[in-house]
């Protein structure tokens, strides 16, 4: 985003997320309030009860002592039932907000997503997520209850004496709003920093562990830990800023009841002396006075602890609300491929032009070949044949339809795509073959595995289709990761296979394999194919070159 919302902005819109579970939020409110007022009219009865006892008023002091006792355990009950209501409402949003910001991740990518720090991307999925259950269950609803709380209280107040409900409420702005308030002006700028930091420094340990080895290999790991004690120590810099920030705003806290109730003490004591209040106002008032700061003191408490929740929360609503550089289509056409064409397709990223007025037909059938220089723009056209894009000019169709007309469930039906860098997952090699299509049955997955030249490896392996490949693949060779990737092209069986170099990290034995296998399925299904191999480029139907954009 370009400009930052105002923290009053951020919490209306993670309020707006609470309307499923209104009604939850509405008993805890509830409950919380009679809590309290019950907390509060404990030490108010205890008061006098006192005075009962001086008096010498036995009934009145056993009906008193009744009273405190139903309110203790009154106060017990209804906090535990405001707490479990609260608690109930953050677990049960939060699962809510992932899944809201899976579906909003999923919208982005690829093309918002590409240049996206991940360590950092994680770190807004689980810590800031997290950090908006401390807004959920600690923040709304005791905003609504210190004011309700307050409201009764000046009543009561006002009751005895309007300089009481006054002086109040004065107390209670300048404790439960003034004091927060002015309080995170002061960190909301170190907040924000500490959580986006606290981002990239994900991102940077991902990539220190990722790279372990290289660093080991060139001998820089002292480098690297300097760097990441560098970081460490900027993190603990705004991390003491904020804690003394928020013991700061704590004593200040403090300072301002303890100036109040004595404030109330001596207005009771002027008001006794004029006749305006008996003894027993004042000290009902002054009693009432000092119990009752518990909610808007919550307020206050709040200050530190909203100033990451508020910064968590800006980088979620973010997400949320990114528009995607290509909607997800629902209510448009489904086709069935009888080929595709780019005619005329311009396109670059933000100022860098990539293709230039680029035309190039696919046909139903046959292997269609793109070669050329390294950044000339043939990944970029296979994206684009994906609608991960859209292009600045031309236009793109499938079996005679715009892309921008097709519904994306049946695009993606109708193509499958093979990378450099194939993507697996901490799973089973049958499990990340599977992606391809997820019901496929062990049948199917053993085809396709001996259709990309990998089923007799697997064989070899002690637990076959059952082996873990680890974190990222890491278990096994860029070969054999790419010929996993083809394994769930061929399982996807779709009519359009899009091929990115898909045999640069494989050896001439099995490049031949799985050229054997395009030469075959040449007559069922289009190849889009993108090589720099003369023996891959070879088995092309046709092929264009492309430079600078363009094609010849």
Known sequence: MSQRRSGIRIMAKLIGLVKPLSGFM??????????????????????????????????????????????????????????????YIAFKLLALIRDKVFRALRSLAPAKLECRDKGNLVSMITSDIELLEVFYAHTISPICIAVLTSAVMLVFFWSIHPLFAAIALVAYLAVGVAVPLIGSKFVKADGMAYRSGAGAFSGFLLDSMRGLGE??????????????????????????????????????TDTLILFFSFLMLFAGVLLSRSGAADFSAVLLSTVGMMSSFGPVAALSALTGN???????????????????????????????????????????????????????????????????????GKSTALRLLMRFWDPDSGSITMSGADLKTINTASLRQNQSLVTQETVLFHDTIAANIKIGKADATYEQVVRAAKLAAIHDFIMSLPKGYDTDVGE????????????????RAFLSDAPLMLLDEPTSNLDSLNEGKILQVLDAVRHEKSVVLVSHRPSTKGIADKAYTVYHGRQS
């Open 472 to 487: 990222l693949g890491d278990l096994l060779s860029d070969g054999e990761k790419q010929r996993i990737g083809l394994a």
């Open 215 to 252: 660093t080991i290999r060139y001998q820089c790991t002292g480098q690297r830990a300097a760097e990441i004690d560098g970081v460490g120590e900027r993190m603990n810099g705004l991390s003491k800023r904020l804690k003394t920030a928020e013991g700061h705003i704590a004593a200040i």
């Open 26 to 87: 509405l008993l805890a409110v509830l409950l919380g309030v009679i809590g309290f007022l019950c907390a509060i009219s404990i030490t108010v009865l205890g008061s006098a009860a006192l005075l009962a006892a001086v008096r010498e008023q036995g009934d009145m002091l056993r009906q008193l002592f009744i009273c405190i006792a139903v309110f203790a355990v009154a106060r017990g009950l209804l906090h535990y039932g405001e707490q479990a209501c609260n608690h």
């Open 306 to 376: 909203l100033a990451h929740t508020l910064a968590a929360g800006e980088r979620v609503l973010a997400i949320l609300e990114e528009t995607p550089v290509v909607p997800v289509l629902t209510g448009g056409k489904d086709v069935r491929f009888t080929g595709m064409a780019c005619r005329d397709v311009s396109f670059a990223y933000e100022k860098e032009a990539v293709l230039d007025h680029f035309t190039v037909p696919v046909p139903q059938t046959g292997i269609l070949g793109l070669t050329g220089p390294s950044g000339a």
